[in-house]
T-cell receptor, first 108, second 113 residues
């Protein structure tokens, strides 16, 4: 079993819809969690950190479920520009483990 | 403020040749990472520096890969000799000491032919 797993997708979603994807992790001692966005042939860019209490940034909501060991990302009112690959990162004592990413395609 | 700067952006070399990548992290960022990313996969950590000390190089193929971070600022990653399987994007990232997200450079796309 991989340490961090994501559904590779692609998720094909109509513009304006809500989409959510999860990321599961195996190390229960993991301490920090992040979502990154990566556009084609570009470097990953931090989208948001994931806090225990959950956090929201505009149309994006991230949540952490420690009991089930997963983090989630919810995108509301999706835009064409949201099309990208979304990578989750799990940090356990500075050991960064990356998921392979979930590809999201927003269609007009 | 400049972000993480990497060079070159692209490199094509023949197998068995040496190659080097350079990274200048964000000023004040103590932690520097080198990652390798293959198509359709997440970045894979090669080495992590805290200032000038390599604190995690467990994933670095030491028979052909080497890295240094003189004076705890910029860093170079070298491959000698390169193999076909080394073709990938090599990303450098930096962060402050406390985890809070990492800033990546634009990467070096290496093609070994």
């Amino acid at each position: 079993r991989k340490e961090v797993e994501q559904d590779p997708g692609p998720f094909n979603v109509p513009e304006g819809a809500t989409v959510a994807f999860n990321c599961t992790y195996s190390n229960s001692a993991s301490q920090s969690f992040f979502w990154y966005r990566q556009d084609c042939r570009k470097e990953p860019k931090l989208l948001m950190s994931v806090y225990s209490s959950g956090n929201e940034d505009g149309r994006f909501t991230a949540q952490l479920n420690r009991a089930s060991q997963y983090i989630s990302l919810l995108i509301r009112d999706s835009k064409l520009s949201d099309s990208a690959t979304y990578l989750c990162v799990v940090d356990s004592n500075y050991q960064l483990i990356w998921g392979a990413g979930t590809k999201l395609i927003i269609k007009p | 403020e400049a972000g993480v700067v990497q060079s070159p952006r692209y490199k094509i070399i023949e197998k068995k040749q040496p190659v080097a990548f350079w990274c200048n992290p964000i000023s004040g960022h103590n932690t520097l990472y080198w990652y390798r990313q293959n198509l359709g996969q997440g970045p894979e950590l090669l080495i992590r520096y805290e200032n000038e000390e390599a604190v995690d190089d467990s994933q670095l193929p030491k028979d052909r890969f080497s890295a240094e971070r003189l004076k705890g600022v910029d860093s170079t990653l070298k491959i000698q000799p390169a193999e076909l399987g080394d073709s990938a994007v090599y990303l450098c990232a930096s962060s402050l000491r406390d985890p809070g997200g990492y800033t990546f450079g634009s990467g070096t796309r290496l093609t070994v032919v």
